[in-house]
């Protein structure tokens, strides 16, 4: 026989949900503050090299970036963010099938944002090799993309899970999620005006 005592089983009791909701807004505002120290190399790459612009190879006169392709990139970004606000809205006013639709657009119109970045490097004419400005040019964007992919999934998570079980369930999800959108509808206004108009 064995001297191994019988397996207890420990119930662990679920938190409440206004705890859940503070767990998710504290997780939120993190996420904002990490993705500003994410960002923080490349502005701080950006003036100084442009600052020093040794031998006049910061930006040489080729490099220019397709501004179309950059207010798409910004205008998609923000309209997800807008999308979002407004399914927040109509959910505070009990519109539970009107603020699911419109999530799901922010799905869509987020996931554009990302393709047109995709679709700008391809039409470049320039890679992160050509220049300081190139190689901040790049990877910021880059960056940014990938940032903005990151909340697709979480907005995707919150849309799948509004349509199983109702968006109740969803509600500090999606308010935290239109927190950070929000921000990064921010940080996608600061990129264009760096990149595109400086």
């Known amino acids: 026989m064995s001297d191994i005592a019988p397996s207890t089983y420990v119930e ?32 701080f790459g950006y003036v100084y090299l442009a600052s020093l612009n040794t031998a006049g190879m910061w930006r040489p006169a080729h490099l220019t970036a397709p501004l179309g392709w950059g207010v798409a ?32 657009a922010a799905l869509l119109v987020g996931l554009a944002a990302v393709v047109l970045q995709g679709v700008e490097y391809s039409r470049l004419g320039f890679g992160p090799t050509d220049g300081g400005y190139a190689s901040i040019f790049v990877g910021w964007t880059g960056f940014f993309a990938l940032i903005v992919l990151a909340a697709m999934v979480w907005l995707e998570i919150i849309v799948a899970s509004a349509f199983r079980n ?17 921000f990064v509808a921010g940080l996608g206004v600061v990129t264009f005006a760096f990149l595109y108009l400086v």
């Open 12 to 43: 662990v009791e679920p938190e409440p949900p206004e705890q859940q909701e503070r767990n998710v807004w504290a997780g939120a505002r993190l996420l904002a503050s990490s993705t500003v120290f994410l960002f923080l190399p490349f502005l």
């Open 73 to 104: 990139v910004m205008l998609a970004v923000v309209a997800s963010a807008g999308l979002v606000a407004w399914a927040r809205a109509d959910l505070a006013r009990g519109k539970n099938a009107a603020s699911r639709w419109l999530m799901l």
């Open 166 to 182: 109702g968006n109740d369930a969803e509600r500090a999800n999606l308010d935290a999620l239109g927190f950070y959108l929000t």
